[in-house]
């Protein structure tokens, strides 16, 4: 289900799945957008009653700037704090994956994962 979010080039769809909810992003990367989707994102977990998300960045195309990286993870920490988790899912071939957004979400104590291997993803998103 398309989430009716108002952005300029990015699209995040919403399922329900077993104790999580997960989202795909897909469209031509903006920061701006991507920060409304993180409160959207959020709204969307709480509205079925998960502390989850499984996330798939893997459609959105154009770089992510460190700088923004790093900011998106301040207010990634900020909005979802320690009581929920997500995992992110990247795709190594179309962009440049580095640790600076999940290490500063997880100093900032949010629980966060990012990779490219969905069934390690999903196990570590799922486990107690």
């Given at each position: 289900?398309?989430?009716?979010?108002?952005?300029?080039?990015?699209?995040?769809d919403?399922?329900?799945?077993?104790?999580?909810?997960?989202?795909?992003?897909?469209?031509?990367?903006?920061?701006?957008?991507?920060?409304?989707?993180v409160?959207?994102?959020?709204?969307?977990?709480?509205?079925?009653?998960?502390?989850?998300?499984?996330?798939?960045?893997?459609?959105?195309?154009?770089?992510?700037?460190d700088?923004?990286?790093?900011?998106?993870?301040?207010?990634?920490?900020?909005?979802?704090?320690?009581?929920?988790?997500?995992?992110?899912?990247?795709?190594?071939?179309?962009?440049?994956?580095?640790?600076?957004?999940?290490?500063?979400?997880?100093?900032?104590?949010?629980?966060?994962?990012?990779?490219?291997?969905?069934?390690?993803?999903?196990?570590?998103?799922?486990?107690?």
């Amino acid at each position: 289900m398309r989430v009716p979010l108002h952005t300029r080039s990015l699209f995040l769809d919403a399922e329900p799945a077993e104790g999580h909810v997960r989202f795909q992003i897909a469209g031509e990367y903006d920061a701006h957008d991507l920060e409304r989707m993180v409160f959207a994102m959020l709204e969307e977990v709480v509205r079925h009653g998960c502390d989850r998300a499984y996330i798939d960045i893997t459609l959105i195309s154009g770089e992510l700037p460190d700088f923004d990286r790093y900011t998106l993870a301040e207010v990634f920490a900020r909005q979802w704090g320690a009581k929920r988790r997500a995992a992110i899912q990247v795709d190594t071939a179309r962009q440049r994956v580095n640790r600076l957004f999940e290490n500063v979400a997880v100093n900032r104590s949010a629980q966060v994962r990012v990779g490219d291997q969905p069934d390690e993803l999903l196990a570590w998103l799922m486990r107690d």
